[in-house]
């Protein structure tokens, strides 16, 4: 999530463009992004960044940055949804189809293997070993991701104090995300509108240094294509599409199978966080952790990390950690099916419900986005709710670092709040040590995250071979 950044001439009509740029080739040049979309939406979006503006020239600076800002307004995973905008950009909706899927594809089938092997050899050593490496390591990054995002967005001390008000609710008080992100941005859409300072906050992912593209000088030029000016018959139809994919079969599920079913859940709890998940997967990680564990019991605390473990070391959205979920929560309630056959639907199942809204988002509102621009109470909004999600991931933080650091973590009532506590004497030391070298990696040596993921899960596999 980002402030609005205001870039000139973006959108400025006149007579259409031909880039010339081939489908054919735009289809390899995705394919190629795919492959190397590694690192979290900063990085994934650096690479779009680096191929399509510095390499291929097709989009200019401004547009590039134009597209982000509008992406970065809208739930789900950014990377991805920008890929969609300028695929839809460069050819229309087969475009952004293309580049919307192929960004996705290469997850979905990393990842969907690694559920596999877990699922089948979970308990060899080797495989407890690595995957034991990685929850360490991935505690580290997501403690790396609180220190990020908040400086950031925490530049005063109203943002710091809406911060800590989140990580109160979402810790003590147990308020869903939901509402804590619907709070956020009430409160910086009538700070916006008031006109305080204080809401707005510079930041983003930034730009490449050296020369700028102009827009004038891209593939796509400056003026905006004749497809992608507002059309209110398209938007209409466009919406009614992508709505119907999205909820079809859940009202398919709901009508055969019941609200029970274990499908039907997984497909109504996953199309909610596709309009929830602002600031990124690790904001909406600890709450669909809880929700999993505690509430529908698809997953064991320590089983979140492992998912997560695996979503750091693929290429794609870091949201598709939820397929993981999805896949665990079928594999243990498979009703009539075998465990791997409804494991690998209910994988499908959440990776559709979570990223056909994607599109959805995109192809209906990106011709109006020129409306979006400059609107200091969106901005002010934005401003709130980047700083409520760093309390949301602090909350991740300590949630992660309880069920890896500690063996037993048990509810305790304090004062009418329930809280998850460790047991004393429970601390698993191995588990401190490797995260403490994790970090010290990071922080200290700043190694890039894949290395620090590979070396940890090597130094796991090891550790459980010489302790059997």
């Not at 709450?287 to 605390?301: C, D, F, I, K, N």
Request: charged share 10%.
């Amino acid at each position: 999530m980002t402030d609005v950044v205001h870039t000139p001439d973006a959108g400025r009509a006149s007579a259409p463009h031909d880039h010339g740029i081939p489908f054919a080739e735009a289809l390899l040049v995705w394919m190629r992004i795919a492959a190397l979309s590694f690192g979290g939406p900063a990085g994934q979006i650096a690479v779009m960044h680096r191929v399509l503006v510095d390499e291929k020239r097709w989009i200019g600076e401004h547009r590039f940055l134009h597209a982000l800002n509008y992406c970065m307004l809208l739930p789900g995973p950014e990377a991805q949804q920008l890929a969609i905008y300028i695929g839809w950009l460069l050819h229309r909706t087969a475009g952004g189809l293309v580049a919307g899927i192929l960004f996705v594809l290469p997850g979905f089938v990393a990842i969907l293997g690694l559920s596999y092997v877990y699922v089948a050899f979970g308990d060899v050593a080797l495989i407890e070993g690595l995957f034991f490496g990685l929850k360490a390591a991935v505690l580290a990054v997501v403690i790396q991701a609180v220190f990020r995002i908040g400086s950031r967005a925490l530049k005063n001390r109203l943002m710091i104090g809406i911060a800590a008000a989140a990580f109160v609710a979402i810790f003590f008080l147990r308020v869903p995300f939901p509402l804590i992100i619907l709070a956020a941005g009430i409160v910086g859409y009538i700070g916006g509108r008031l006109g305080s300072p204080l809401f707005r906050i510079g930041g983003g992912h930034g730009k490449a240094s050296g020369a700028v593209l102009d827009d004038a000088e891209s593939a796509l030029g400056e003026e905006t294509p004749a497809h992608a000016r507002p059309n209110l018959a398209w938007s209409l139809k466009v919406s009614a599409a992508f709505l119907a994919l999205w909820l079809a079969p859940l009202a398919l599920l709901f009508t055969l199978l019941g609200s029970g079913n274990v499908f039907t859940e997984i497909g109504w709890f996953f199309s909610k966080m596709a309009v929830v998940t602002f600031g990124g997967a690790y904001a909406v990680l600890a709450y669909v952790a809880q929700e999993a564990v505690q509430h529908y019991g698809w997953l064991r605390p320590g089983e979140m990390l492992d998912g997560l473990g695996m979503a750091e070391t693929t290429p794609g959205p870091l949201i598709m950690v939820v397929q993981f979920v999805g896949f665990m929560g079928a594999y243990r309630d498979p009703g009539l099916l075998s465990p791997m056959t409804a494991a690998t639907l209910a994988a499908l199942l959440t990776t559709w419900v979570t990223f056909v809204p994607c599109f959805l988002w995109i192809f209906l509102g990106a011709p109006f986005i020129e409306r979006l621009r400059g609107n200091v109470a969106l901005t002010g909004a934005m401003s709130a709710i980047t700083a409520a999600v760093v309390g949301v991931i602090l909350n991740l933080a300590v949630w992660f670092g309880l069920h890896t650091l500690f063996s037993q973590v048990v509810a305790w009532d304090v004062g009418g709040m329930t809280l998850d506590m460790p047991v004393p004497g429970s601390l698993v030391w191995p588990s401190l040590l490797l995260t403490l070298a994790a970090a010290m990696a990071i922080f200290r040596f700043k190694t890039s995250v894949i290395a620090t993921l590979l070396a940890s899960a090597l130094a796991g596999m090891a550790w459980r071979l010489i302790g059997a």
